[in-house]
């Protein structure tokens, strides 16, 4: 009796350990760690867009937490209630958007847009939810416009092309054009003469360069030459030189100053002709008294010997 007890209960212990196996087995697939610690959040939706369990829950691109059940909110029929595991670190302003982003690879996720308010929003409170984006209508609402807009484009250039078509074929039933199209080939094969006697041309190019080198050469020389006098003028002392000539010009105008002036020697010779009149009596008497003391030594020397 004691045996067939101690059966039924490793029978009934294996079955609850298979049971917790399968089940956190099963989450495991689904992303879903059970042993992680969260904190959990709900947002209510009008429309999941295809949103499953386990989906990734990022801010910024990086992933913060997962979905952690979905359900019908039949309190608030038109609403689904979604459970959301976010990292405990996290805290969530209470202006904050959870929005349902759609992708064509991995599905939908939710992107949790975080707001600027010190006030946070408690635990196992409600996020609110913002405007779950679909697809489909981001397509009708963003790149229909445009393709639409470009429909009549395309339409007039199929047009333009179909006419293009329809006169290439009618060529050869209308001479003028054919008789274009042969000026056409002249012009073309003028163009590939021109390009033939170009590349002949180029042939003179090296000698035309080589000159321009030699030129080049002779400039050189001459700036070195032009570097050097500047160098030699640079060293000549042309300060002190310039200042003897400021120096020699001064003097020049102070005596020019004095001839003008009335009131000095020099200009009472150039300006006053009494006075000129005068030296010119007593440079005359000393004349007629030098030739009388020549004529007639002895009335002004007199020698006595003892």
């Known amino acids: 009796m004691n045996k067939l007890k101690s059966k039924e209960f490793i029978i009934g212990l294996c079955v609850i350990v298979a049971l917790a196996i399968l089940f956190f087995g099963i989450n495991y697939l689904k992303g879903i760690n059970?042993?992680?610690?969260?904190?959990?959040?709900?947002?209510?939706?009008?429309?999941?867009?295809?949103?499953?369990?386990?989906?990734?829950?990022?801010?910024?691109?990086?992933?913060?937490?997962?979905?952690?059940?979905?359900?019908?909110?039949?309190?608030?029929?038109?609403?689904?209630?979604?459970?959301?595991?976010?990292?405990?670190?996290?805290?969530?302003?209470?202006?904050?958007?959870?929005?349902?982003?759609?992708?064509?690879?991995?599905?939908?996720?939710?992107?949790?847009?975080?707001?600027?308010s010190s006030k946070l929003i408690e635990l196992g409170s409600e996020i609110p939810a913002g405007a779950a984006t679909d697809l489909m209508s981001a397509v009708n609402q963003e790149i229909m416009p445009k393709v639409l807009q470009i429909l009549p484009t395309l339409d007039s250039l199929m047009i333009n092309l179909n006419a293009t078509a329809q006169n290439i074929n009618t060529l050869s039933s209308h001479p003028a054009l054919y008789s274009s199209v042969t000026r056409l080939d002249q012009i073309m094969a003028n163009v590939a003469d021109l390009?033939?006697?170009?590349?002949?041309?180029?042939?003179?190019?090296?000698?035309?360069?080589?000159?321009?080198?030699?030129?080049?050469?002779?400039l050189d020389s001459v700036t070195a030459d032009l570097t050097l006098l500047s160098a030699q003028l640079k060293a000549l002392p042309l300060r002190g030189t310039m200042d003897n000539v400021m120096a020699t010009t001064d003097n020049l105008r102070q005596l020019s100053n004095q001839l003008n002036s009335p009131n000095g020697t020099l200009g009472q010779l150039m300006h006053n002709p009494e006075l000129y009149n005068r030296l010119n009596r007593v440079t005359a008497d000393i004349d007629s008294l030098i030739l009388d003391i020549k004529a007639n030594p002895k009335r002004y020397i007199s020698i006595k010997l003892l």
């Open 195 to 218: 390009s033939a006697t170009l590349k002949a041309s180029s042939n003179q190019v090296p000698g035309i360069l080589g000159n321009a080198r030699s030129i080049t050469t002779h």
């Open 34 to 116: 059970l042993f992680t610690p969260a904190n959990f959040y709900t947002v209510r939706y009008d429309n999941v867009a295809g949103l499953e369990t386990a989906a990734a829950v990022t801010i910024d691109g990086y992933k913060v937490g997962q979905v952690r059940d979905i359900e019908f909110d039949y309190d608030k029929p038109g609403k689904i209630k979604v459970t959301l595991a976010l990292n405990k670190s996290l805290r969530v302003p209470v202006d904050s958007r959870a929005i349902i982003t759609p992708s064509l690879l991995s599905g939908p996720s939710i992107e949790i847009v975080l707001g600027k």
